[in-house]
């Protein structure tokens, strides 16, 4: 027991102040905490600034297509005015342009089919992670009560003069 109290001793001579309490790491379990969810504030800000540059991205390319088709049919219109054989060229042409869009409305139809498992299964996975950090923390309390136990039994037994190296 004297070699442990040497030991003890020489350790928080040679350290000092170096070894934080248990008072001090909870502070800094909480600061870490804080921090962790401003990281995830700023991350999850970030990943919706992203999908909404993506999803403008994408409208843009949408309109400027429906654009050029709506120039091409103008500029087919006033070519199909004059002429009989223009005319069914114009036909023709404006069915292929209403069959352009039938696929890329099948296409969009796709995309957002995709998107929306995909926030489904991100969005299970998520409800199943919150679940898993509420358990961690409930833990974490308990495991912090029960520090707080032992540290006044502790303090019990060294106010009976009891030996506490054996606990």
Do not use: W
Request: net charge negative.
């Amino acid at each position: 027991e004297q070699c442990t109290q040497k030991l003890s001793s020489g350790i928080n001579a040679e350290y000092g102040d170096d070894i934080p309490t248990r008072i001090e790491l909870l502070e800094y379990q909480k600061r870490f905490e804080e921090l962790h969810q401003q990281t995830g504030a700023v991350h999850t800000e970030t990943k919706q600034f992203y999908a909404l540059y993506n999803n403008l991205s994408d409208t843009k390319t949408y309109l400027e297509k429906h654009l050029t088709r709506l120039n091409s049919i103008n500029e087919s219109f006033k070519r199909a005015i004059g002429n009989v054989e223009n005319g069914f060229m114009f036909l023709q042409q404006f069915e292929q342009l209403v069959e352009g869009a039938k696929q890329s409305k099948t296409a969009i139809e796709k995309k957002r089919a995709e998107v929306k498992e995909t926030k489904d299964s991100l969005n299970d996975e998520y409800l199943k992670l919150v679940d898993e950090g509420r358990k961690y923390h409930s833990i974490v309390q308990e495991f912090q009560e029960e520090c707080k136990k032992t540290e006044r039994l502790v303090t019990k037994c060294k106010d009976m003069g009891l030996n506490t190296a054996t606990i």
